[in-house]
């Protein structure tokens, strides 16, 4: 029944999340421009998503889930959402039956699982339709763990088979959860009281349970860590596939020590007072003051010292400390991916090692002072119905784009990723001058900006500002270490260059683009271009239709048609009219921008 209510408590409190639309913010990788997942569960599409490092990771499980919304949903953002949603309850009630089968504890194992549920650092995990991947691998870490309190009771090759056999699909959903078996030797210590020699007090553990010396349950383990250890190379491998790996030369080694110290705190002050709940917190550029950073150390060094200091007495206190250092590790950023120093989705899993103390420390806490259950029950209560109102709030600023971008740079300083990506949303709708302004904002944060560089070229191109344009396109050429924005910055220059009449100029850059990014069909169009200027219409024929083939659209088909034409070839020509036709929705102003293309210098 506990179990039933935990999971009606929390659909009812995400039950908004049917309003919120997709967001410009890897919604369009993950769902709406990913013509595999639009396509339904298909075998196209299974195959695709074992093979592919598509989002920078390897994960299948969660490309498949994305799959079966389209087959299900289509492109209505609702399905998408209420399925986190679901997936997210079933992991606060599994959360509890976990905690309350291993400890015996049931009121406090409530407490822990409605924290879980109610916290609004957990809203970016479920409201954001493409970090389904979070909540998925979460189902199959909790099953994983569950498994292993199967297997502590009686161990047999069967029953660890079927912890692998869960911690691998908990891994292909995402690998965040990379960090279970190191939570399974806290789990080991407490609360299942497995490891030998190492009695602990107040814990309600199974006394059956048969007990092994520490060696032993490291040396158990081990095909776990191998598991762990091929994923972590498939995901590195992922990431520098995606160009998601951060260099030395972005963030130095000093730079990322420094802001895992401070996030592992500010992770700390997010769970305790999460009023600034951001989408994306900008990684630092410079170091930060030493007094920063030693504070941060200090806090650190002064939980961790109490903590061994009780843990004879507070094994929970303990476990749930190094619950939350152990599995955040590898997200805190001393090997960095992307541009974040810290982010709401990463604390999905270890914030409930901070529930855990919490929970555990003030029960005992007021069981010492003989505080009636009462009252810690009407405070629990109070602290649950300030966060659901938070978690409410926070829900609606997923709603859409514009509402997630004002609410970051609302609540964070020198946001240049916000800026760059609310100029992007502006410029798709197509208020330029306004996506300018956050452009310039971004530049004024950092000069260096290679998105807010290119995007600006882009706006300085359109305005016919080549000169300023083409300065713009060769910085972010020369200096962008992901070869999509060089691939970008040299297909700009191309089209640059071309509108100049530099055309040998044009035709080197539109090759180096293609070398970059050989599917970047904007310098497929432009080689087609050039080859129609010279008279070669056989090779434009080629090119045209080569893009057309990876990125139909009306502007393309009336390129291909004029070509066609020139070629002699009036019948494939008539064909490709009768396309662009079916594609547009005003056909008269998709000419005019064809004629444009072929018209220029």
């Given amino acids: 029944m506990l179990c039933l209510l935990l999971v009606g408590a929390t659909l009812a409190l995400y039950a908004p999340v049917a309003q919120n639309d997709f967001v410009n913010f890897d919604d369009d990788v993950y769902i709406i421009n990913n013509g595999h997942v639009r396509a339904g569960l298909t075998w196209d599409a299974v195959k695709w998503s074992f093979t592919t490092f598509e989002g ?112 691998s699909l908990a891994l292909m959903s995402k690998p965040q959860v990379i960090t279970f078996p190191f939570l399974l030797l806290l789990w080991d210590y407490w609360p299942l009281g497995r490891v030998a020699r190492l009695p602990i007090n107040g814990s309600q553990v199974d006394q059956h349970t048969e007990k092994f010396s520490a060696q032993w349950l490291v040396l158990e383990k081990v095909p776990l860590f191998l598991l762990s250890a091929a994923d972590a190379v498939i995901t590195v491998f992922a990431q520098r596939a995606g160009h998601a790996l951060r260099t030395a030369s972005e963030y130095s080694l000093l730079n990322r020590t420094e802001n895992a110290l401070i996030s592992y705190v500010r992770y700390l002050d997010l769970a305790v007072w999460p009023a ?85 420390g003030a029960s ?22 300030a966060l659901a109102v938070t978690t409410h709030r926070q829900i609606g600023y997923w709603r859409d784009s514009p509402t997630l971008w004002l609410r970051a740079l609302a609540v964070t300083e020198n946001n240049f990723l916000a800026h760059d990506t609310m100029a992007r949303l502006l410029a798709e709708h197509g208020r330029e001058e306004e996506a300018a302004v956050h452009l310039r904002a971004a530049l004024a944060i950092k000069p260096n900006d290679v998105v807010a560089l290119l995007n600006l070229g882009n706006y300085e191109y359109e305005h016919g500002n080549l000169p300023s344009a083409i300065g713009r396109y060769q910085f972010v050429a020369t200096y962008a270490a992901d070869r999509e924005l060089k691939g970008a910055a040299y297909g700009n220059l191309g089209s640059a260059y071309r509108q100049l009449g530099q055309y040998q100029e044009s035709r080197r850059c539109y090759e180096e683009s293609l070398r970059l990014t050989p599917g970047r069909v904007m310098a497929i169009v432009g080689m087609g271009l050039l080859a129609e200027h010279d008279g070669d219409f056989a090779e434009a024929i080629r090119r045209f239709s080569n893009a057309m083939a990876m990125q139909p659209n009306d502007v393309g088909y009336l390129l291909l048609a004029g070509a066609l034409e020139r070629a002699g070839d009036m019948t494939a020509a008539q064909a490709a009219r009768q396309q662009a036709r079916r594609m547009s929705s005003n056909l008269d102003e998709a000419q005019k921008e064809a004629d444009a293309l072929v018209g220029a210098k």
């Fill in 364 to 385: 005992n806490w007021g069981e010492r002072r003989g505080i009636a259950a009462e009252w810690m029950v009407g405070a629990t209560a109070l602290v649950l119905i």
């Fill in 276 to 360: 600034k709940l951001a989408a994306l917190y900008p990684h630092p550029e410079k170091l930060f003051a030493v007094w920063q950073v030693a504070g941060a150390a200090a806090i650190l060094l002064l939980v961790t010292t109490a903590v061994l200091a009780g843990s004879r007495q507070q094994p929970a206190f303990l476990v749930g400390w190094l619950w939350f250092v152990g599995s955040m590790f590898p997200m805190i950023g001393l090997v960095q991916v992307g541009g974040h120093a810290l982010a709401d989705r990463f604390a999905y899993i270890p914030f409930i090692g901070l529930f855990v103390m919490v929970v555990w």
């Fill in 56 to 167: 920078g990771n390897w994960d299948p499980l969660t490309w498949l889930s994305h799959a079966l919304d389209c087959e299900l949903f289509g492109l209505h953002a609702a399905g998408h959402h209420l399925v986190s949603a679901l997936l997210h309850a079933l992991n606060v009630a599994i959360l509890f039956w976990l905690l309350q089968t291993a400890t015996g504890f049931t009121w406090r194992s409530l407490a822990v699982a409605l924290l879980f549920g109610f916290h609004p650092i957990n809203v970016e995990s479920v409201a954001w339709a493409a970090e389904r991947k979070n909540v998925l691998s979460m189902l199959f870490f909790l099953l994983a763990f569950a498994a292993y309190g199967w297997y502590a009771r009686r161990p047999g090759v069967r029953r660890y088979s079927l912890v692998f056999l869960l911690y």
